[in-house]
């Protein structure tokens, strides 16, 4: 795995945790200075990089504060309205994962927009893979009714 494959997936977790691109930047900064610092605790042997990098940039976004609205990107359509609705969409559905509890939203960003296998996530989290489980469902519970709510209120104003 090379700089270049590692240097994305670490900076849309770090911007997704904090909202913030400079603090993102700083995040993955962090990342690779602490696996170069001496007596670093990354092992090839029992992790790899990428995972425990994840777990860096974890502890480093825990001292930070999230943004409450994440800047979110936008997919190509073909008409004005349906551009200002997918934007609309997205900006809710950030939202709604910022509002998650901390430990959920981490676990639901390293599972969903970051597919990283489950057991990847315990290890990165130093969590145990049930809790990796449980806490998902809760996170997806939380956006189903976060958003849930929200598709009513949209239906309200058709």
Request: hydrophobic content about 40%.
């Amino acid at each position: 795995m090379d700089l270049d494959s590692l240097l994305p997936p670490l900076f849309r977790f770090a911007y997704r945790m904090t909202g913030s691109v400079a603090d993102a930047e700083d995040i993955v900064q962090e990342c690779f200075l602490e696996v170069l610092k001496p007596g670093s605790s990354y092992d090839a042997r029992r992790t790899p990089l990428l995972t425990y990098l994840f777990g860096v940039a974890r502890n480093q976004s825990l001292k930070r504060r999230p943004k409450p609205e994440l800047a979110v990107e936008t997919s190509h359509r073909s008409t004005p309205e349906s551009l200002a609705l997918q934007g609309e969409l997205e900006q809710v559905v950030a939202r709604a994962v910022t509002q998650l509890p901390e430990g959920q939203r981490e676990v639901l960003i390293l599972a969903h927009y970051e597919q990283l296998p489950l057991a990847e996530i315990a290890h990165a989290l130093d969590i145990e893979v049930t809790a990796v489980k449980s806490r998902l469902q809760r996170a997806r519970a939380g956006l189903k009714e976060t958003l849930g709510a929200y598709a009513l209120s949209s239906e309200k104003r058709s």
